[in-house]
């Protein structure tokens, strides 16, 4: 079954009693028992409900395994992974460029519980070799990463993470099992925000963790109804609708993103475009290998101060200035004050993350509204600085 396919029919069947070809949102908190213990398969909603089953049978079906626990946001299933995968005393390495919320849970909770956690640049082998250990227990990357949509190359990765006994988790948030199949290069831990492309209306907030096998899902499941961070039946259901049109949906998010990529490159106040399909981006070739597409997002450097950016991000007509991506309807953030703010200004300038970093995500509006948007944006800069000079 071709993948569109399974968006729309993996794990999804009519639903039996009645035949409604939509199944109903199983909103309820328990299960009668035709005896003590003796149930249906189901016995109270934290721990099983069947929308959320359903959901959890699509995901795994999309990234080709066999398992796969939802969770109330990305960063409860990615609590989910470290809790039952990190001990005091296990280190954990992960890639320059992460999620800001992945960088403050491993170093605000886990790292005071005795976790080290090495950030080094991954995809240099020779450096990725050093920071490998006897006592690193994960490999942890997103690929294309928050913010840069820089390229990691997962299946060499994988490689040296497994001959130092680790297990290798990848983030798919940015480019989803549409474009990329992490298990096939190595992954043995997918998780997702959900919140983002799978559920694709900036409606939800959600997350999911996948595994290749059982050992390893395990205490990740056991996590899920012991600590209880699971998603509202009603959340589920409205993932397994948006899911139904994933791929029209990346396609059209790609096509603007290239769209876009192409008409900041040529702007003279554009200093850098971070787009993997570019063939100037550093990890296009790796890109070309580990994808079959490049992705919705697109992030720049402007050429400018940050009042420029200030001024840029907050006046566009059709990129709302907010907090997430991957929605139908466009938006722009300026993750140094936004999204990557929990990391401190030294390390952001270490980790080469400028302050005059722009991040869009491209919706599925029509690319011509798109770029005119971004361009008119671009186009007023100077006019905006002299108004400044002019009132200072
Ligand atoms: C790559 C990535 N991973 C994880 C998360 C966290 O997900 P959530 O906001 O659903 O908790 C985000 C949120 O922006 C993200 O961009």
């Given at each position: 079954?071709?993948?569109?396919?399974?968006t729309?029919?993996?794990?999804?069947p009519?639903?039996?009693e009645t035949?409604?070809?939509?199944?109903?949102?199983?909103?309820?908190?328990?299960?009668e028992?035709?005896?003590?213990?003796c149930h249906?398969?189901f016995?109270?909603?934290?721990?099983?409900?069947?929308?959320?089953?359903?959901?959890?049978a699509v995901?795994?079906?999309?990234?080709?395994?066999?398992?796969c626990?939802?969770?109330?946001?990305?960063?409860a299933?990615e609590n989910?992974?470290?809790q039952a995968?990190?001990?005091?005393?296990d280190?954990?390495v992960?890639?320059l460029?992460?999620?800001?919320?992945?960088?403050r849970?491993l170093?605000?909770?886990?790292q005071?519980q005795?976790?080290?956690v090495?950030?080094?640049?991954?995809?240099n082998p020779?450096v990725?070799?050093?920071?490998?250990g006897?006592h690193?227990r994960?490999?942890?990357?997103?690929?294309?990463?928050?913010?840069?949509?820089?390229i990691?190359?997962?299946?060499?990765?994988?490689?040296s993470?497994?001959?130092?006994?680790?297990?290798?988790?990848v983030d798919n948030?940015?480019?989803?099992?549409c474009?990329?199949?992490?298990?096939?290069?190595?992954?043995?831990?997918v998780?997702?925000?959900v919140?983002?492309y799978l559920?694709g209306?900036?409606?939800l907030i959600?997350?999911?963790v996948?595994?290749?096998?059982?050992?390893?899902f395990?205490?990740?499941k056991?996590?899920?109804?012991?600590t209880?961070?699971?998603?509202?039946?009603?959340?589920?259901?409205?993932?397994?609708r948006?899911l139904?049109?994933?791929?029209l949906?990346?396609e059209?998010?790609?096509e603007?993103?290239?769209?876009?990529?192409?008409?900041?490159?040529?702007?003279?106040?554009?200093k850098?475009?971070?787009?993997?399909?570019?063939?100037?981006?550093?990890?296009?070739?790796?890109?070309?290998?580990?994808?079959?597409g490049?992705?919705?997002?697109v992030?720049?450097?402007?050429?400018?101060?940050?009042?420029?950016?200030?001024?840029?991000?907050?006046s566009r007509?059709f990129?709302?200035?907010?907090?997430?991506?991957g929605?139908?309807k466009?938006l722009?953030?300026?993750?140094?004050?936004?999204t990557?703010?929990?990391?401190?200004p030294e390390?952001?300038?270490?980790?080469?993350?400028?302050?005059t970093l722009?991040r869009?995500?491209?919706?599925?509006e029509?690319?011509?509204?798109?770029?005119?948007?971004?361009v008119e944006?671009?186009?007023?800069?100077?006019?905006?600085?002299?108004?400044q000079?002019?009132?200072?």
């Amino acid at each position: 079954m071709e993948f569109s396919t399974r968006t729309i029919h993996a794990g999804q069947p009519s639903e039996p009693e009645t035949g409604a070809l939509i199944p109903p949102i199983f909103q309820t908190s328990t299960f009668e028992q035709d005896a003590p213990g003796c149930h249906r398969g189901f016995d109270y909603s934290r721990t099983n409900n069947p929308t959320r089953a359903r959901l959890e049978a699509v995901l795994a079906d999309l990234e080709g395994v066999a398992y796969c626990a939802a969770f109330a946001s990305g960063l409860a299933a990615e609590n989910a992974v470290l809790q039952a995968w990190l001990r005091p005393g296990d280190e954990i390495v992960i890639g320059l460029d992460v999620y800001g919320g992945t960088y403050r849970i491993l170093n605000r909770v886990f790292q005071p519980q005795g976790c080290t956690v090495r950030q080094v640049d991954i995809s240099n082998p020779a450096v990725l070799e050093s920071a490998l250990g006897p006592h690193t227990r994960l490999v942890w990357l997103e690929s294309p990463t928050n913010p840069r949509l820089l390229i990691y190359d997962i299946a060499a990765i994988s490689a040296s993470a497994h001959a130092h006994g680790a297990l290798v988790v990848v983030d798919n948030t940015f480019a989803t099992p549409c474009f990329q199949q992490p298990f096939q290069l190595g992954a043995d831990i997918v998780v997702h925000s959900v919140t983002k492309y799978l559920a694709g209306h900036s409606d939800l907030i959600q997350g999911a963790v996948l595994a290749r096998d059982f050992a390893t899902f395990e205490p990740i499941k056991f996590l899920q109804n012991a600590t209880g961070a699971v998603p509202a039946p009603f959340d589920c259901w409205l993932t397994l609708r948006g899911l139904k049109t994933l791929e029209l949906r990346m396609e059209r998010h790609a096509e603007n993103a290239w769209a876009i990529a192409e008409a900041l490159a040529s702007h003279p106040l554009v200093k850098r475009v971070y787009f993997p399909g570019l063939p100037s981006h550093p990890g296009h070739d790796v890109a070309r290998r580990q994808m079959t597409g490049f992705g919705g997002m697109v992030s720049f450097e402007l050429d400018g101060t940050v009042d420029d950016v200030a001024g840029f991000v907050s006046s566009r007509r059709f990129f709302a200035l907010g907090e997430s991506l991957g929605g139908v309807k466009s938006l722009v953030c300026h993750p140094a004050r936004m999204t990557h703010a929990s990391i401190p200004p030294e390390e952001r300038a270490k980790l080469g993350l400028s302050d005059t970093l722009v991040r869009l995500s491209p919706g599925c509006e029509h690319r011509k509204d798109l770029v005119a948007d971004l361009v008119e944006g671009l186009n007023a800069v100077p006019r905006a600085r002299e108004a400044q000079a002019a009132t200072a």
